[in-house]
T-cell receptor, first 114, second 114 residues
Framework: GAGVSQSPSNKVTEKGKDVELRCDPISGHTALYWYRQRLGQGLEFLIYFQGNSAPDKSGLPSDRFSAERTGESVSTLTIQRTQQEDSAVYLC????????????FGPGTRLTVL | GNSVTQMEGPVTLSEEAFLTINCTYTATGYPSLFWYVQYPGEGLQLLLKATKADDKGSNKGFEATYRKETTSFHLEKGSVQVSDSAVYFCALKGYGGSQGNLIFGKGTKLSVKP
């Protein structure tokens, strides 16, 4: 079956612009996670969803970052007024339930802020 | 808090050489431990896991044993192949809690030469 998909695969933007990153999880997976991977660093956890709810937003790096999920399916990560330090690969993963089952990762969106 | 430390790369080996990638962790309670692999141009994939002390995870000739006494989960393979060239990430998931997010090491790039 289809895995986790993300779009776009690459995004180049100018400093100060807003960007939206999309994640399509595996059908039936109620848990969805966003991670960020900056060059030379490990994956940094940003936020998770159980269904459409994000109980804890404390992992988001700043108030310029927001995320939503609708229909227990697609999720969008939005970065407002992008900064150069936002340049990274943004990874999405999904699992059957929060804390249970293997997390399956998408291919990521490479964001470059000029 | 929970954290993962893995050996820095890059690691370059000849085909059929023995591989060890060290990973140690800091965690409260009884975390689950994972190795993920990222092949060039592909998303993260689960390679193997162990959920309790002394468990050995294995897959594709790779092995790792959950050592609570040394808080380690070193990845080993007896004879690497060119196709094993990838970035390897050690990760943990805390026991209990409601988030289920993974905490990753910085990754180790492995290059295997024919």
């Amino acid at each position: 079956g289809a895995g986790v998909s993300q779009s776009p695969s690459n995004k180049v933007t100018e400093k100060g612009k807003d960007v939206e990153l999309r994640c399509d999880p595996i059908s039936g997976h109620t848990a969805l996670y966003w991670y960020r991977q900056r060059l030379g660093q490990g994956l940094e956890f940003l936020i998770y969803f159980q269904g459409n709810s994000a109980p804890d937003k404390s992992g988001l790096p700043s108030d310029r970052f927001s995320a939503e999920r609708t229909g227990e399916s697609v999720s969008t990560l939005t970065i407002q007024r992008t900064q150069q330090e936002d340049s990274a690969v943004y990874l999405c993963a999904s699992s059957l339930e929060v804390g249970r089952g293997e997390q399956f990762f998408g291919p990521g969106t490479r964001l470059t802020v000029l | 808090g929970n954290s993962v430390t893995q050996m820095e790369g890059p690691v370059t080996l000849s085909e059929e050489a023995f591989l060890t990638i060290n990973c140690t962790y800091t965690a409260t309670g009884y975390p689950s431990l994972f190795w993920y692999v990222q092949y060039p141009g592909e998303g993260l994939q689960l390679l193997l896991k162990a959920t309790k002390a002394d468990d050995k995870g294995s897959n594709k000739g790779f092995e790792a044993t959950y050592r609570k006494e040394t808080t380690s989960f070193h990845l080993e393979k007896g004879s690497v192949q060119v196709s094993d060239s990838a970035v390897y990430f050690c990760a943990l998931k805390g026991y209990g809690g409601s988030q289920g997010n993974l905490i990753f090491g910085k990754g180790t790039k492995l290059s295997v030469k024919p």
